[in-house]
């Protein structure tokens, strides 16, 4: 079959024309925005990358039935950039992956809009995070809130944090010829 016969992935809903996907992103990334805004609106709020997918689509009238993972970061990308000339704390900090981690391309897209990537980027996502639930609303605790890791980030940075503090001792040395003490405390080289 010739390539300009192969059927678009990208399409409108309405009528199954192709779209350009350029032309796609950017609307997907128009439909984007007022989304994340109203995750923004609640303290603590996230939205899966499935999720923002699927309603970008809805919203915009153009489905694609490439795999999210292959355009939702360049859509993100956009509306990160917009909120970065306005000034805004970047809204790209609340969708995350199944994982429940921003993931990599967060750090690619910070890079881009910001010019330095960040060394950890789940911790920035927390603090864009706190910065978006501020300035689009949503009831913030007394205290003001903190930046929070998601959950899943919270609990493996938890897991790894124990595992380092159970420093296992290194057992005695042989006074004689220096090797590493069974643990029954017998040198097995001199004895």
């Given at each position: 079959?010739?390539?300009?016969?192969?059927?678009?992935?990208?399409?409108?809903?309405?009528d199954?024309?192709?779209?350009d996907?350029?032309?796609?992103?950017?609307?997907?990334?128009?439909?984007?925005?007022?989304?994340?805004?109203?995750?923004?609106?609640?303290?603590?709020?996230?939205?899966?990358?499935?999720?923002?997918?699927?309603?970008?689509?809805?919203?915009?009238?153009?489905?694609?039935?490439?795999?999210?993972?292959?355009?939702?970061?360049?859509?993100?990308?956009?509306?990160?950039?917009?909120?970065?000339d306005?000034?805004?704390?970047?809204?790209?900090?609340?969708?995350?992956?199944a994982?429940?981690?921003?993931?990599?391309?967060?750090?690619?897209?910070?890079?881009?809009?910001?010019?330095?990537?960040?060394?950890?980027?789940?911790?920035?996502?927390?603090?864009?995070?706190?910065?978006?639930?501020?300035?689009?609303?949503?009831?913030?605790?007394?205290?003001?809130?903190?930046?929070?890791?998601?959950?899943v980030?919270?609990?493996?940075?938890?897991?790894?944090?124990?595992?380092?503090?159970?420093?296992?001792?290194?057992?005695?040395?042989?006074?004689?010829c220096?090797?590493?003490?069974?643990?029954?405390?017998?040198?097995?080289?001199?004895?």
């Open positions: 079959m010739p390539v300009s016969s192969a059927p678009s992935t990208v399409v409108r809903a309405s199954g024309e192709p779209v996907a350029t032309v796609a992103r950017q609307e997907w990334a128009e439909a984007a925005r007022p989304i994340l805004e109203g995750v923004a609106g609640t303290y603590g709020g996230t939205i899966s990358y499935t999720e923002l997918a699927e309603a970008v689509q809805e919203r915009a009238g153009i489905t694609t039935s490439q795999q999210v993972r292959h355009w939702i970061a360049p859509v993100l990308q956009i509306v990160s950039q917009g909120c970065e306005r000034g805004e704390p970047l809204l790209a900090s609340l969708a995350i992956r994982d429940g981690n921003v993931g990599p391309g967060y750090a690619t897209t910070v890079g881009t809009v910001r010019g330095d990537k960040p060394e950890d980027p789940e911790m920035h996502a927390a603090e864009e995070r706190l910065e978006c639930y501020r300035a689009h609303g949503a009831e913030l605790p007394a205290d003001g809130g903190r930046p929070k890791l998601t959950p980030e919270h609990e493996r940075r938890q897991r790894a944090a124990l595992r380092a503090s159970k420093v296992i001792p290194a057992r005695p040395a042989c006074p004689t220096q090797m590493q003490l069974l643990t029954s405390g017998v040198c097995g080289t001199c004895d």
